[in-house]
């Protein structure tokens, strides 16, 4: 079984080409290292390296162990420093997803504000858990969710963030943009829509909105940035949220339209289970401001 004291002896043999410097580096003897390395290769059944000319050069295995060190280490020292700003308080990280949508234009703008408030901050995207994120909540999986129904389970808590409209997304120069104001069930059973794969609220609102009238046909895709391609190359339609949509049109050829619908009201929260995590009310204050700012948020 390889240790990390393994990789960073191999490590330091490559880096200063010799035991004596190698020992050196790791205030150890030149006896005390090389019993450590035939240990090494004693227990992995490996010769780590092979003596030519008086140097040091790696077999194929000592070549692999080498790789390991470079990647694994720095992760090793990175993980202990973490702690230690865990321990001091310096440290906080939020684990987040989004329902149905896998868009996160939003966030970098997110994260420099809880810089300016937080000596350390890590926030990780968890996209798995874009179909199901109160699931991964339950599990542990997950610090907060972004979703659109309130969950009826009594250990979730949420917060509002904002409220928006469901539109329809399609060509510029699509015919419906010259004859339509707004689209109801009936104008999609001559079109093609693209959709998330999703269950929850936004499969809720396909089913009940096209519960009469179903589109032509559908394809189902589970990432919003391929969606937003193809409308934009005249593959179809799609139906998305305001907040989603809004920057894509500044630089695609695709405009929005409202469906005929009261369905196409959504409420925006945030889902968490912990109450007394740092980061989540910095968080939330830190999303309704940047909707508000932007104008995205219709009530």
Not at 160 to 189: C, E, Q, W, Y
Not at 206 to 232: C, D, H, W, Y
Not at 269 to 283: D, N
Request: net charge positive.
């Amino acid at each position: 079984m390889i240790i990390s004291n393994d990789l960073l002896l191999v490590q330091r043999i490559v880096e200063h080409g010799s035991l004596t410097k190698a020992a050196d580096s790791l205030f150890l003897t030149q006896s005390a290292l090389s019993h450590q390395l035939k240990d090494l290769e004693h227990r992995t059944g490996l010769q780590i390296f092979d003596r030519v000319n008086k140097k040091l050069l790696l077999t194929h295995a000592g070549r692999r162990i080498m790789e390991g060190a470079g990647s694994i280490l720095p992760q090793l020292s990175q993980l202990n420093e973490d702690i230690l700003a865990y321990k001091k308080g310096k440290l906080s990280s939020l684990r987040i997803s989004t329902e149905c949508y896998t868009c996160y234009h939003w966030l970098p703008e997110i994260i420099t504000r809880l810089k300016s408030q937080m000596e350390q901050v890590e926030i990780s995207i968890v996209a798995a858990a874009t179909q199901r994120p109160l699931e991964y909540l339950l599990n542990g999986e997950l610090d907060l969710a972004i979703v659109s129904e309130k969950p009826d389970h009594p250990a979730i808590h949420t917060t509002n963030l904002f409220s928006d409209n469901l539109v329809v997304v399609l060509p510029r120069n699509h015919p419906f943009t010259r004859t339509k104001m707004a689209l109801t069930a009936a104008d999609f059973a001559t079109e093609h829509l693209l959709v998330y794969d999703a269950y929850g609220s936004h499969n809720h609102f396909s089913k009940e909105f096209f519960r009469e009238t179903g589109p032509k046909t559908i394809t189902r895709i589970q990432l919003t940035e391929a969606i937003i391609e193809m409308v934009n190359a005249g593959m179809g339609l799609a139906i998305f949220a305001t907040w989603v949509i809004a920057p894509y049109l500044k630089h695609k050829d695709i405009v929005t339209m409202p469906l005929k619908s009261p369905l196409r009201k959504r409420a925006w929260r945030v889902a968490t289970l912990q109450k007394k995590h740092p980061l989540i009310p910095p968080f939330v204050s830190a999303v309704k401001e940047y909707f508000q700012e932007d104008k995205l948020m219709i009530g």
